[in-house]
């Protein structure tokens, strides 16, 4: 067996954990937040739509024990999973690097992203799932955001009225969001208007009022979908939703705290490098990047997705 020298790289670590696309808008990390586990093996709780809406009594009296919340969930386990890219310089190139040309770093760079448009891919399919969500629907021509007669107030009314745990965060495309700056009921929110003054397209802080969010996610990124050897099939990950949920920054796996979802995440993202002599005249240097994670939905109840937003496809 050969031995090809594994090793972790401190430098090319700390950088491709601090790696952000700038060519991209991508949301994952908003949308589903990171947060560490102690094991590959964790624990973790699900918790039903009412297990946060009952208060203990909590006097006590002047020798009484005090109640706890009695939290109800559901105690599960999970197991991390690995991803990881690899990428191959040959070392003639290595050795020829000049000052301000490194590409063991451009390939490590190159790692990187797959691995992070990979992730936005896993969230993305994630969030849109319809059995990830205790609340859905899926609109018809007449209630679509791009139906000027839609009736858009009453439909979000409805909508937040349905959730006991109200959300603060939502997901759109570009599509879905033009179509919602557009509509006369958002547009005649912004100008203060009821029954006139309701053309034009209002601002994107505008829709975020109207909907009651703190946050609305538009995710951008455009992947081919197409099978092997067949023609390009470009679409938007995100599809054509409305995808309206719960975020809580506090939350964890297993503190009680309520969210839709979130990530756990063991260790961080690491790079290593091996030389593998075999390739070439001069052998190559091999460049793995590579995470450990588990993406996952804490609270169905807290999420409600709303399909077929638009008749644009994405």
């Known amino acids: ?38 094991g590959e093996l964790f624990k973790w709780k699900e918790y039903p739509e009412n297990a946060f809406l009952r208060v203990p009594d909590t006097e006590v009296g002047r020798e009484g024990a005090p109640k706890g919340l009695g939290l109800r969930f559901e105690k599960k386990t999970a197991e991390i999973n690995h991803y990881a890219t690899v990428e191959k310089v040959p070392m003639a190139d290595v050795n020829a690097a000049t000052d301000g040309d490194d590409p063991v770093k451009d390939h490590a760079i190159l790692a990187a992203n797959s691995l992070i448009l990979a992730r936005e891919k896993r969230v993305a399919d994630i969030m849109q799932n319809p059995d990830n969500f205790a609340h859905k629907e899926t609109l018809t021509s007449s209630d679509k955001f791009d139906n000027p007669d839609t009736n858009l107030t009453k439909m979000m009314a409805d909508i937040r009225s349905s959730m006991r745990v109200k959300p603060n965060c939502g997901i759109i495309s570009d599509a879905g969001l033009v179509a919602l700056q557009r509509h006369p009921d958002i547009v005649a929110s912004y100008n203060g208007s009821i029954n006139g003054n309701n053309r034009g397209e209002a601002p994107f802080e505008a829709v975020m009022r109207f909907l009651k969010l703190k946050e609305l996610f538009v995710g951008e990124l455009f992947l081919d979908f197409a099978k092997e050897g067949r023609g390009p099939d470009i679409k938007n990950i995100w599809g054509n939703n409305l995808i309206l949920f719960f975020k809580n920054p506090q939350a964890k796996p297993n503190n009680g705290e309520m969210t839709f979802g979130l990530t756990a995440e063991f260790e961080t993202r690491k790079a290593s490098t091996w030389d593998d002599p075999n390739p070439g005249a001069d052998g190559v240097k091999h460049i793995k990047v590579a995470e450990k994670l588990k993406e996952l939905v804490i609270a169905p109840s807290c999420g409600y997705l709303i399909q077929n937003i638009t008749d644009e496809a994405a």
């Open 1 to 38: 067996m050969v031995d090809y020298n594994f090793e972790v790289s401190p430098t090319l670590t700390g950088m491709v954990i601090g790696y952000q696309n700038p060519t991209y808008n991508l949301i994952a990390d908003k949308v589903l937040p990171k947060v560490p586990v102690n």
